[in-house]
Structure formats: C-alpha cells, structure tokens
C-alpha cells in the first residue's frame, strides 16, 4: 500500500459528460502528479501540483482541469469526455517539489466513456 | 523533444537466469533516472533511483547502471523468478523538470 488514495476506483459514463477523479496523498507529502495510461500505451504526464500551487505541466487537454486544495488532496476533472478519454488515471505524490524524488502511486481510476 | 526508449517487446526469460532491460534516451541531460515496476491494472511502484553521478546501484537482486554518455540505462534483475513478471518502466527526470517516463517494457519469467 502506497499510502495514496484515488476515488472512485472505476468510473462509467457517456460521451460529453464531465467527471472529477479525488486524490490523497502519502501523509505529508506536498506534490501531486496526475497520470493518464491508456491500453498499451505509457504513462502520460497531465499535471503537477506542490502545495496547493501548479508546479509542471504536460499533455493535458483543455477540457481537463485539476487542483490542489488546502488539505493536500487533488482533483482531476475531465468535462466533455470522448470515447478517447477512456483510461486508468493514476495519481502519485511525493515530498519534493521537484526531481530527484520518488513517487508514490495510488491505485489508479478506470475511467470508461461509453 | 526529449525522447526516452525502452524495448517495447516482451523479453522472456528462464527462470533463474539474469534480465537485462535497456532504457535509452535522446535530447535530455537528466539529473537522474529511475526504475519501476508495474503490474496490470496497477500503478507504478518504485524500485530504485540512480543519480548522474553515479555508475552504478544495487539493492537485493536488482542492479541499475547509468552511462550519460552513452545515454543509457541498463537494469538487471538476477536469478529471475516468475514473480518478477511485470512491466518495467524507466523514468527521467532533474532539477525542476517533470518526471517522463519510458513506455515500459514487458518482462515474462518462465519457470
């Protein structure tokens, strides 16, 4: 067990409609990275939070958003969602703002968009 | 654009004997590289981090070696068992540069 939470563990829904996917982190870590892995392909970085602030980001689409609240959680949503958002989003944490550390994964999401 | 390789094919192996999985990368300096471990359906799990500076890490039957020059990393698990079946992702990062991590590469422990 990592320590990182993620919720809901699956999730199904139609085209167009908007989720939003919840992290904790590992107690006392201050970053939060969101990760999209879709069938055989590799972890794809969407976003990067450090207390409460948005520190990097990748690949992510505008219809995706994400933020850091006070308490350290996260959350990803994803609004006007097509069959191509169908993947396991995955959330990790870590203590640094930066490299050099290591990040701890939470279980993931599987998002199905029908 | 950065670009980080690993062997997108499966390598199988026997039981017992040594695996060496291969990550190569071009347009990145990174300050460090790091290997984990995946499993289906599942996240990542972190395994071990090996620094620019450093040649060479070990931990239990694993071993990582980093050659900048080269831009290579090879990882090596010794005296395999079919529980280390998973895929292998190498992972590049530095300073305040996001964490890119390779496509993975699947492993297959024969008994």
């Known amino acids: 067990d990592s320590g990182v939470t993620q919720t809901p563990k699956h999730l199904i829904t139609a085209t167009g409609q908007r989720v939003t996917l919840r992290c904790s982190p590992r107690?006392?870590?201050?970053?939060v990275y969101w990760y999209q892995q879709s069938l055989d392909q590799g972890l794809q970085f969407l976003i990067q939070?450090?207390?409460?602030?948005?520190?990097a980001k990748g690949n992510i689409l505008e219809r995706f958003s994400a933020q850091q609240f006070p308490d350290l959680h996260s959350e990803l949503n994803l609004s006007s969602l097509e069959l191509g958002d169908s993947a396991l989003y995955f959330c990790?944490?870590?203590?640094?703002?930066?490299?050099?550390?290591?990040?701890?994964f939470g279980p993931g999401t599987r998002l199905t968009v029908l | 654009s950065q670009k980080i390789e690993q062997n997108s094919e499966a390598l199988n192996i026997q039981e017992g004997k040594t695996a060496t999985l291969t990550c190569n990368y071009t347009?990145?300096?990174?300050?460090?590289l790091q290997w984990y471990r995946q499993d289906p359906g599942r996240g990542p799990v972190f395994l071990l981090l090996?620094?620019?500076?450093?040649k060479e890490k070990r931990k239990e039957r694993l071993k990582v070696t980093f050659d900048t020059t080269l831009k290579q990393s090879l990882f090596h698990i010794t005296a395999s068992q079919p529980a280390d079946s998973a895929t292998y992702l190498c992972?590049?990062?530095?300073?305040?540069?996001?964490?890119?991590f390779g496509t993975g590469t699947k492993l297959q422990v024969i008994p």
């Open positions: 990790a944490s870590s203590g640094l703002a930066g490299g050099g550390d290591t990040q701890y």
């Open positions: 107690s006392g870590d201050l970053s």
């Open positions: 939070y450090y207390n409460g602030e948005e520190r």
């Open positions: 347009n990145y300096s990174p300050a460090y």
């Open positions: 090996i620094r620019e500076n450093e």
């Open positions: 992972a590049l990062g530095g300073g305040y540069q996001k964490v890119t």
